[in-house]
């Protein structure tokens, strides 16, 4: 698995969620990296990384990418172990064999989304549910006590 791959799979908000970190409003959050009591650090899921803008934060000056995240936040010596780590997290997070990312599965989400009716199914589908309840109503006493109620009785429903 490449970088960019680890890049693309591994969501930082995912991933503050694997550490227990909880993100704020407008996607900013007190940063792990040093003493913070408002929120410093912004996270940017658009491009999968966060910015610290606190003077005395050690990353301070530096775009973090999930590869960094890591490598701060488990204080580990380099880059390798950093990229072994974040092999292990996905697979912990995502599982073995399924890599999905957030982004992929907000797009399964878009692609299983209805596409609208056409005016003539349309018509067809409430002119089947009219007859199934026009045919319903009079076997039942409840609803045409209920249409009577509402002087929807009679005429209306031929």
């Known amino acids: ?15 503050l969620g694997y550490y227990g970190q909880r993100v704020g409003r407008n996607h ?17 899921p658009e491009t999968n990384t966060a910015y610290c803008f606190a003077a005395t934060c050690p990353t301070n000056g530096r775009r973090l ?6 490598k701060h936040q488990e204080k580990l010596a380099s880059d390798r172990e950093a990229i072994l780590r974040c092999k292990a997290i996905i697979k912990e997070i995502y599982g073995e064999h399924n890599f999905q990312t957030s982004k992929q599965m907000e797009q399964e989400k878009q692609d299983q989304t209805p596409t609208p009716l056409k005016p003539e199914a349309r018509a067809e589908t409430l002119e089947k549910a009219f007859g199934y309840f ?3 109503c009079p076997r039942c006493p409840e609803a045409m006590a209920y249409l009577a109620g509402r002087h929807l009785a009679g005429k209306g429903l031929d």
């Open 1 to 15: 698995m490449t970088i960019s791959e680890i890049k693309a799979r591994l969501s930082l908000l995912d991933l």
């Open 28 to 44: 900013r959050m007190c940063c792990p990296f040093h003493e913070d009591k408002t929120p410093s650090l912004q996270l940017y």
């Open 65 to 70: 990418s999930v590869i960094d995240w890591v």
């Open 134 to 136: 026009k045919n319903g």
